[in-house]
């Protein structure tokens, strides 16, 4: 008997999707948007902030929200109780992110009538998000696809790193939040490194750090990448303002050579599914665009020209 599956996590839902899973399906988190038919599907979940607020409101709220001891998402208890979920899929890695096991295992408890399998999963590195497909494929008795997903990711990851022959590795900053600064960490220092990249900020397997706007001139990158979490290209440049009036921005090494680029880091790089290859193809592209083309640029990506 197939198992109901609510998944409260993008890129769980991406996996459950990738691992031809997706008729067990039965609810999702608002975030939850991709592929396109996942948005017929009940949303379980809504933010306690205002989405459409700029980075440095949204740190803000998010930020207070904490500090009182509470939750930044809801739970439609109701809903959940009337779908019945066997599994749901949550994520223990960020409160911020998206809604937490500690967030679901708070209202599952308070609900009669359903005893669903919690799993979390907590992705820190490409390694971690192998694991993670395992953990969702075992959980789904789809075993064997889930060994073939990881397998074909795997051949994707060494086939692309073979598509370059350009040796030069250029310096990169990789920006995962505007305002305050936060570089990207955990998974994404990897793909730099994979795609010929040299990461200057944040470290492979940990969490994204905050960062001085001080060292990013210091440390002088050849490539700035922006790439926030939750925002697309319009919305990151709505917003890069605030970070090309500073100080000293134009004298940056990759500024001076229109080496600024803005990605949607709403579908790609902060989803730890199968798209992680489609991230890296990005990297690919920004870092050889001349010899690579994967067809991502303008809608994963832009060169943006921060001189004007």
């Known amino acids: 008997m197939k198992k109901r599956v609510l998944s409260l996590l993008s890129s769980t839902t991406e996996v459950v999707y990738a691992l031809g899973c997706e008729d067990q399906l039965v609810g999702r988190s608002h975030e939850c948007d991709y592929p396109p038919e996942v948005m017929t599907l009940p949303i379980c979940t809504k933010p306690k902030f205002n989405v459409d607020g700029s980075s440095i409101e949204v740190d803000g709220q998010v930020k207070s929200i904490l500090q009182n001891a509470l939750s930044v998402y809801y739970i439609n208890e109701d809903l959940l109780k009337e779908l019945k979920p066997d599994i749901i899929l949550t994520q223990s890695q960020c409160e911020v992110c998206a809604v937490s096991e500690k967030d679901v295992k708070g209202v599952v408890k308070n609900i009669t009538g359903i005893n669903p399998d919690i799993i979390s999963v907590e992705p820190n590195s490409v390694k971690d998000i192998f694991k993670d497909i395992k953990i969702i494929a075992e959980a789904l008795n789809v075993v064997d696809k889930g060994a073939d997903l990881i397998e074909f990711m795997k051949y994707r990851i060494r086939t692309l790193k073979k598509s370059y022959d350009d040796k030069s590795e250029l310096t990169v900053a990789a920006i995962e939040w505007i305002d305050p600064l936060m570089a990207a960490g955990n998974w994404v220092p990897e793909l730099i490194e994979m795609a010929g990249g040299i990461n200057l900020f944040g470290e492979a397997g940990k969490h994204s750090p905050w960062m001085e706007y001080k060292d990013l001139i210091k440390k002088d990158p050849q490539t700035i990448i922006i790439m926030p979490c939750g925002y697309n290209i319009q919305k990151s440049i709505f917003e890069i303002d605030s970070l090309?009036?500073?100080?000293?921005?134009?004298?940056?090494?990759?500024?001076?050579?229109?080496?600024?680029?803005?990605?949607?880091?709403?579908?790609?790089?902060?989803?730890?599914?199968?798209?992680?290859?489609?991230?890296?193809e990005i990297l690919i592209e920004i870092f050889h665009n001349d010899k690579t083309n994967f067809k991502h640029i303008d809608s994963g990506w832009i060169n943006f020209d921060s001189t004007k």
Do not use: C, H, M
Request: aromatic letters at 10%.
């Open 244 to 280: 090309i009036k500073q100080k000293g921005w134009q004298k940056i090494n990759a500024v001076q050579n229109n080496k600024v680029y803005i990605t949607d880091g709403n579908q790609y790089f902060n989803r730890p599914g199968p798209r992680i290859i489609e991230s890296l």
